[in-house]
């Protein structure tokens, strides 16, 4: 697994909204078929999985994801997230903007999130089907959070907590298929 900082793709798809500051990525080469790691990533409770359980990154919180009738697999479809961390309440609302079986999923925040250490983010994962392998690129752009408090922790801590969600997302996938 490798994470990396540069990206080969644009920032911005066409027609969504304007590029982000940062950039994080993830990197796994999973032996499974590209339809079977799509439907794993494209569960989106399972893809945020790391997020509703303690650990030191979330300071021992979790966030809870609710997804609409969509279950965040189409087009348009909407996810929440919300927890308390550090006494502090977050709140984050995403909207699918790009979901194409079985390559590619890209989704973005809706409005201002009440994040601590990043800010607005585009986010997603590509599917590259190689020879025995499929290669799994899991990325976030995002901007850093406004207000003193909220840049201050995002410059000390932004890249890190960006680069343990990639990294989980992508490990996550990678553990499911290789348990057996």
């Given at each position: 697994m490798a994470l990396k900082n540069a990206s080969p793709w644009p920032a911005a798809e066409p027609g969504m909204s304007a590029p982000f500051q940062l950039h994080r990525e993830a990197l796994a080469d999973i032996a499974a078929d590209p339809s079977a790691i799509f439907a794993l990533l494209d569960d989106h409770r399972r893809l945020s999985a790391h997020m509703e359980k303690p650990s030191l990154m979330m300071a021992g919180a979790t966030m809870k994801t609710e997804l609409d009738s969509q279950r965040g697999q189409a087009v348009g479809s909407v996810i929440r997230m919300k927890g308390v961390v550090l006494g502090v309440s977050l709140y984050v609302e995403e909207v699918v903007?790009?979901?194409?079986?079985?390559?590619?999923?890209?989704?973005?925040?809706?409005?201002?999130?009440?994040?601590?250490?990043?800010?607005?983010?585009?986010?997603?994962?590509?599917?590259?089907?190689?020879?025995?392998?499929?290669?799994?690129?899991?990325?976030?752009?995002?901007?850093?959070?406004?207000?003193?408090?909220?840049?201050?922790?995002?410059?000390?801590?932004?890249?890190?907590?960006?680069?343990?969600?990639?990294?989980?997302?992508?490990?996550?996938?990678?553990?499911f298929f290789n348990k057996g």
């Open positions: 903007t790009h979901h194409e079986p079985p390559f590619r999923k890209t989704w973005e925040t809706r409005g201002q999130p009440r994040l601590l250490v990043i800010g607005p983010y585009r986010m997603g994962f590509e599917l590259s089907p190689a020879a025995t392998d499929t290669r799994v690129r899991v990325w976030i752009d995002y901007s850093l959070p406004t207000g003193l408090t909220g840049r201050w922790l995002g410059k000390l801590l932004g890249k890190v907590y960006a680069d343990w969600c990639v990294t989980r997302m992508a490990r996550d996938a990678t553990n």
